[in-house]
């Protein structure tokens, strides 16, 4: 047992339970806030897999807008909710078999399929790995086609989004 | 160290957690935050791949940011038609608004 697995199994544990009190919690505030403590879970599994720009991202994207913009659309419409409280449909049992089965498979898959119980390479150290991300992004043999689908694909949902919520 | 199975599995918990949320739940917000959790485990996958493959490119980190993308629009564009629904029916339970079931 060494400490890098202790922090992998804190950070999983918490994150797990997140996620699931996020799915149960019929109090949609408080699901919103176990959904922030999930995906700084996910931030700090990225910091242990030693993608730092990646985590930095996901705190600033996921929990700097895309939480609070959650947060701001239950607020809005927080009359329909406080109506009836928001529990899981008649069918959920359904829906908990469903994902059961397919978590075990998965696991199941990982678990007997070759080459899942490897270790980490050593990462390069001299490596600038951010400025080799910007460069691989915008270098026409990179992938500058994705990287400019992509920010199509933000201005039409920003564009969108406009359209839909406009109050006529 | 951590063997490539544990993220892949603890990533696979979270989008099984996610699934369950969208077809469980009722209000459509909540709906919403599942598929985020999901996208979260998706992105977990990819990172524990690009780190765990001996290929020394960064394509696993440019897929992420691809994703990160295309759930930021997906939120975007899903409470924008939340409040545009609730505005009409005064309600955002996906079971009451059913005008395309049959």
Known sequence: MNFSILIFLFVAVLTTFAALVVVTNKNLVSAAMWLIVALFGAALTFVLLEATYIAVVQVVVYIGAIAVLIVFTIMLTRRSAEKEPSGATKQWPIAAVLSLALFSGLTYFYLTVPGTDRLAPVLDKE??????????????????????????LLLAALIGSIVVAWRK | MIPLAWYLIFAAAVFSIGLYGVLARKNIVAILMSIELMLTAININLIAFWRYSLDQGLAGQVFTIIVFAVSASEVAVGLALVISIYRRFKEISAEDINLLKW
């Open chain 1, 127 to 152: 490596l600038n790995m951010v400025s080799a991300l910007g460069q691989l992004l915008v270098s026409p043999s990179g992938y500058v086609l994705p990287f400019e689908l992509a920010s199509v």
